[in-house]
């Protein structure tokens, strides 16, 4: 049965004057009360979420952007808080791919800048997770950044030797020189592991 629609535009409208004069608890009880008339609503969800979050109450906040984001998947928005807020929680791997999926959003959006951010992100969040160093390094390619994405051709290098693929390191390593010739590291690691030989080959993101 539909809900009320004078009781939720009344809870919401109070939710946010509660909200904008500082009020955060007692906008959360007129923004749940506006949702027990329409449980899926988007408005009323990325309203509470952004009141529990303001909080720090990251449980409930990720609960409500969740709805969101199974009712509104395209909402950029609420996808950027549900990483944010699975990172604050701990959920170390969760947080990853969902700032992975906020990274292609980006993307696909033509916005490089927040890209290479969700990137950056991801790979703080998950360190040895070389399909995202790779994608970090291509973005900071992509954003016009040669010296940063060699630092990062390196960082995929060592993560390649550390995993036994010595053949991906050292096209990670030609990749680190060829977009920033002065990375003395890269250099001589790239003559170490080459062992005098030359060789030449591309990364490509597993």
Partial sequence: MPGNKNVYNEA???GHNLIW????????REYQRALAEFPD????NSSLGAAYLHLRQF???LAAY?????KAPQDIVSLAKVAEIQGLLGRREEAGQSFLALALAYSKMELPAKSLAAHQQLATLLPDYLPG???LANAYQEAGKPAQAGQEYLAVARLCQKQGQM???IAALEQALLHNDKNQEAANLLQTWRGGKTAAGQ???P
């Fill in 59 to 61: 449980a409930p906040a």
């Fill in 41 to 44: 609503d988007v408005a009323a």
């Fill in 133 to 135: 160093r790779l994608r």
């Fill in 66 to 70: 969740e709805t969101v984001r199974k």
């Fill in 12 to 14: 919401m409208r109070k």
């Fill in 167 to 169: 053949p991906e390191a």
């Fill in 21 to 28: 004069n500082g009020h955060v608890a007692e906008a959360v």
């Fill in 203 to 205: 990364v490509s993101e």
